[in-house]
């Protein structure tokens, strides 16, 4: 099995974030430098950000898959109810309080 570096992340979360979203596409992907921030200063800056590896063969759908989840249209705001008045987030179908279309 040989591991390829996809990419670098900006900071922890970010990196366990998008090990997820690559994850539910069913692909292995390890976060290396964990524990490298403790580093900086005697290492450089992005030599200690953490970096997501994935095996050779998913390198390409991998990339694919981090670039939809990057580029996808931010969630919509929220709407109102036209039933209760109650607002729902705007990925919501039906009113979260009374069940009416939204």
Known sequence: MIMKRLCRA???PEAHILRGVLEQSGIVTHVFNEHAQSGVGQLPVMDAWPELWVEEEDIER???VLDAFRN???VAAARRCPACGEDSPGNFQVCWNCGASL
Do not use: Y
Request: overall charge neutral; aromatic content about 0%.
């Open 72 to 74: 996808a249209p931010p």
């Open 10 to 12: 900006a900071n922890l």
């Open 62 to 64: 991998a990339a694919a």
